[in-house]
């Protein structure tokens, strides 16, 4: 890990929601090319810290930071823009329409000429474009045209993250992908979460499997009721550490850099 | 298809079930019964809607002329007093290509073009009951003096109220010939008799609408003293609505004398009925059809009588009652 | 093309060929004749209309209960703007026509908007939107029908044909056709169904959803505004009293075509077929000599049947 300025960096995130304060005062930094993992037990503030980050809803106070930059992002367009996907928990994915539907919603590959400025949709395209991605990360779909309701748990998984590795040119979150998966297709969730990485861009993982975390992440951020307690290494603590971590039997120093 | 089993034999059963159901046909379409000579005429008898036993009653007098003749008589209908529920039975009737139709038109203008349709493809055509505002395509219209009716309904409601008060009319809707001619008829005889009308209201052929008006118009005329409802549902409807509104006092005469109505008038609750003649209509109905097929000559307008019936008289007068069914 | 043959759209279409075939066969000569096919399209045209708004509006799980009292709403406007205008000339007829559509399209907004930007369920919204253009039906008329219109609106274009095929029916299928690429073709359409099938989802695609419904909803609207014109030309009376089960029968057509209530299925083609199989029952029955009471329970066997066929078929699908 080089002790760059990082990606995307998070200072002092304040948001309640009525009397419940989620987040006290996080902070948060992910560099490029690394697999973060964002970690904490339940009603710490992870999926409020990320969709602050990502215009879900946007933090009370605090700063944001892309790049060195400070930011403001408000809407989940903005923080697409930027360059940031998201792979949410509910998977975000409309069952009733094909996955190239998915891939391209909101973003839509239209005919040329007249029929396109009609608003015709080149389908095949789409299609085309979107086989090609799922095969990149080995997503394996066999009929592109059905519907998403006819698939399995993995392959809708692997569709949500192709959509936003597709689309992702900095920033790839990803909330429990492997929450409801078989071993098999857990397996297939790692490969594509490192092809990602190997991509070159940062990926910010949410999870409650450790076993997984040691497997594909590079550092590991601590949230404890809603603000960062640790910052770790998998390569330096062990598992148990982790959860120490998180329950607050074992403070670690919050070091600056890495 | 074979490939799904479930769905084929689904679908086959389903078929199977219209044709049983096909094959269950229309009881009321009388025999063509060996009686007299004449051809096998196939007539059908169209009524303004379905449920009414004014109309079921035409259908009873309709298909005992009908055996008579040594006609067939189907009987058809609407859901309710609509054109445009009316129109595709008239549509479907017409692509049977029937000898003659009798016809109770929903829409003095709407239906004319149906009509036309299947009197220019050769069907004799009888309007009964309502008619057309260019009613030339008929060879008949049969209805009673429903003008004539309206006026009897004032003096039998001025002879109950005592001669002067406020009375009140629930009418169908507007635009259909033989309520509107009735409630012509009773405000110049309610005005003849001395009485004070102080309006209608539409019951658009529903009880319940009726009886939400009649109770809102005992609201704004608390000494109102008689009510006429000009035909079976009108009528039916403004009596719930004065019980309902515990308005005792108010007299109230109907049109027509259906099952529920000779009830009310048992119970007390109406105090007098107009009745026409409905199995009159219909055997008169298919008599013109038949003189009209047979090349005979046709009597353009017949007008049939009405009655007064009471409490008092109600035991002598069953022949004129409607019947729910034949 | 291995989509159309397996849809539920072909399963439900060949149903519709299977009853004409049975009544064919139990009646030949009335059944199976031009006049007759000619007097069904007719008589569905206008509800074929309504239907083909119904499908979008339902396909993003929504519902429309205004669209018969629209329906009627649009028939008055017109019939009072151009008996305004006086005469019978084309260009009367043409405002009508205009006023009719504009009437329709401010109910739609109306629809939309409440249910787009106030978040009011849409049953709710539309049941009201019901009884406030019936209402303003009644009030406008003073519950009489407008029974005198241009007459050539009635002669030429009501009754009048192309071809031998009535105008009316003509543009039922204009609409149908356009609409049914739209719906399946263009960005359109695929918001449509995607919002019914996951609204959060088109949400958090950046796609500005309530903007689409109101559209939506608006499309619905300017459907019963045409609906009402052809409503006109055909009876040449605003039938006030009438068109109080519009509503239920387009749902119904929707959902016998394979629409889902819940949203994100259906296409126009299944609206189409599901408009003609209560009219070629009701037809078909009263040709067969069927009585009459048969006839409302059968439709409403199709649409129980309709609807279990294609859960039945979709759960196969699911595994």
């Given at each position: 890990m080089n002790a760059q300025q990082p990606l995307l960096e998070a200072r002092k995130i304040v948001k309640s929601f009525g009397s419940v304060r989620a987040l006290t005062g996080a902070n948060f930094s992910a560099y490029e090319g690394e697999v973060v993992a964002l970690v904490g037990d339940n009603g710490a503030g992870k999926s409020t810290l990320v969709k602050t980050l990502v215009g879900v809803h946007p933090p009370d106070s605090g700063e944001i930071l892309f790049e060195g930059r400070e930011v403001h992002i408000h809407t989940p367009q903005q923080a697409r823009e930027i360059g940031m996907e998201t792979v949410y928990q509910d998977l975000a994915l409309a069952e009733e329409i094909d996955p190239a539907a998915n891939m391209f919603l909101g973003r839509e590959i239209l005919r040329g000429g007249p029929l396109g400025r009609l608003g015709f949709l080149?389908?095949?395209?789409?299609?085309?474009?979107?086989?090609?991605?799922?095969?990149?990360?080995?997503?394996?779909?066999?009929?592109?045209?059905a519907p998403v309701a006819h698939m399995s748990g993995g392959q809708r998984q692997g569709i949500a993250i192709t959509r936003a590795v597709?689309?992702?040119?900095?920033?790839?979150?990803?909330?429990?992908?492997?929450?409801?998966?078989?071993?098999?297709?857990?397996?297939?969730?790692?490969?594509?979460?490192?092809?990602?990485?190997?991509?070159?861009?940062?990926?910010?993982?949410?999870?409650?499997?450790?076993?997984?975390i040691f497997e594909v992440a590079d550092r590991i951020e601590v949230l404890r009721l809603g603000e960062r307690v640790a910052r770790l290494r998998p390569s330096d603590v062990s598992m148990e550490d982790v959860v120490a971590a998180m329950t607050g039997a074992l403070t670690f120093h919050e070091e600056e850099g890495s | 298809m074979l490939k799904h089993p479930r769905l084929t034999l689904a679908a086959l059963c389903s078929a199977l079930a219209l044709v049983v159901a096909a094959c269950g046909e229309d009881d009321d379409s009388g025999g063509g019964s060996a009686s007299g000579g004449g051809k096998d005429y196939k007539m059908t008898l169209i009524a303004g809607v379905k449920g009414d036993e004014f109309y079921i009653t035409m259908n009873c007098g309709a298909q005992e002329k009908a055996e008579e003749l040594g006609v067939t008589l189907d009987f058809q209908g609407p859901q309710e007093f609509d054109a445009a529920q009316q129109t595709p039975i008239v549509n479907a009737v017409a692509a049977k290509k029937p000898d003659a139709v009798l016809i109770a038109p929903t829409d003095t203008k709407a239906l004319y073009a149906p009509i036309k349709q299947m009197a220019d493809q050769g069907t004799k055509i009888v309007l009964v009951d309502t008619t057309l505002e260019q009613p030339d395509m008929a060879v008949s219209q049969i209805a009673s003096d429903n003008e004539a009716g309206g006026r009897t309904a004032a003096e039998a409601l001025a002879d109950l109220i005592?001669?002067?008060?406020?009375?009140?009319?629930?009418?169908?809707?507007?635009?259909?010939?033989?309520?509107?001619?009735?409630?012509?008829?009773?405000?110049?005889?309610?005005?003849?008799?001395?009485?004070e009308y102080v309006g209608r209201e539409y019951s658009n052929d529903k009880p319940e609408e009726a009886a939400a008006k009649t109770k809102a118009a005992l609201q704004k005329h608390p000494d109102l003293k008689?009510?006429?409802?000009?035909?079976?549902?009108?009528a039916e409807?403004?009596?719930?609505?004065?019980?309902?509104?515990?308005a005792k006092d108010v007299k109230i005469v109907g049109f027509d004398a259906g099952p529920k109505q000779v009830k009310d008038l048992e119970?007390?609750?109406?105090?007098?009925?107009?009745?026409?003649?409905?199995?009159?209509?219909?055997?008169?109905?298919?008599?013109?059809?038949?003189?009209?097929?047979?090349?005979?000559?046709?009597?353009?307008?017949?007008?049939?009588?009405?009655?007064?019936?009471?409490?008092?008289n109600l035991a002598d007068s069953q022949d004129a009652l409607y019947k729910p069914s034949c | 093309m291995k989509r159309l043959l397996t849809g539920s759209s072909t399963q439900i279409g060949l149903i519709l060929v299977g009853l004409i075939v049975i009544f064919s066969l139990l009646s030949f000569e009335s059944f199976f004749a031009v006049a007759n096919a000619r007097n069904i399209a007719t008589d569905a045209a206008v509800l074929l209309v309504l239907a083909v708004g119904a499908t979008y509006v339902i396909v993003t799980a929504g519902i429309d209960l205004s669209v018969g009292a629209v329906l009627v709403f649009s028939g008055v406007v017109a019939a009072k703007v151009m008996n305004g205008l006086g005469g019978e000339s084309l260009g009367v007829i043409l405002v009508g026509l205009v006023a009719s559509l504009a009437a329709g399209l401010a109910w739609g907004l109306f629809n939309g908007f409440l249910v787009?930007?106030?978040?009011?369920?849409?049953?709710?919204?539309?049941?009201?939107?019901?009884?406030?253009?019936?209402?303003?039906?009644?009030?406008?008329?003073g519950g009489v029908d407008e029974r005198e219109v241009p007459f050539p609106l009635v002669s030429k274009f009501g009754i009048g044909r192309v071809l031998g095929i009535p105008y009316l029916v003509l543009v039922a299928l204009a609409v149908a056709i356009v609409l049914g690429i739209v719906l399946a073709q263009t960005r359109f359409g695929r918001y449509t169904y995607a919002i019914g099938s996951n609204e959060e989802a088109v949400r958090r695609s950046g796609v500005n959803v309530d903007r689409h419904l109101i559209k939506v909803y608006s499309l619905a609207g300017l459907l019963s505004g045409l609906a009402g014109f052809m409503n006109l030309a055909r009876f040449g009376t605003t039938t006030i009293g009438g068109h109080a089960t519009d509503n239920l029968n387009?749902?119904?057509?929707?959902?016998?075509g394979g629409t889902s209530l819940f949203g994100g299925i259906g296409t126009i083609l299944g609206t189409v077929f599901g408009v003609f199989i209560p009219a070629v029952l009701q037809n078909g029955f009263v040709i067969v000599g069927v009585q009459a009471f048969w006839q409302q329970v059968a439709v409403g066997a199709v649409l129980i049947a309709a609807v279990y066929l294609d859960q039945v078929r979709r759960a196969r699908q699911r595994q």
């Open positions: 080149d389908k095949a395209a789409m299609r085309h474009r979107s086989e090609e991605a799922f095969s990149d990360l080995g997503v394996r779909i066999q009929d592109t045209a597709t689309w992702a040119s900095k920033v790839v979150f990803m909330d429990e992908p492997t929450a409801a998966l078989g071993v098999v297709q857990t397996r297939n969730v790692l490969d594509q979460i490192k092809r990602v990485r190997d991509q070159g861009l940062a990926v910010v993982l949410i999870s409650h499997n450790l076993p997984e | 005592g001669g002067s008060g406020k009375v009140f009319v629930v009418n169908v809707k507007p635009g259909i010939s033989t309520t509107d001619a009735r409630e012509k008829g009773f405000v110049a005889g309610a005005k003849e008799a001395g009485l008689g009510i006429f409802g000009t035909n079976l549902f009108s409807g403004a009596a719930s609505g004065v019980r309902e509104a515990g119970d007390g609750t109406v105090q007098a009925l107009i009745a026409q003649k409905p199995a009159d209509i219909g055997a008169q109905g298919v008599e013109q059809a038949f003189n009209a097929l047979e090349g005979k000559e046709t009597t353009p307008k017949i007008g049939t009588e009405s009655t007064t019936i009471t409490k008092d | 787009a930007k106030a978040k009011i369920p849409a049953f709710i919204v539309t049941l009201g939107s019901l009884g406030m253009a019936l209402g303003a039906a009644y009030l406008i008329t387009a749902i119904a057509a929707v959902v016998i």
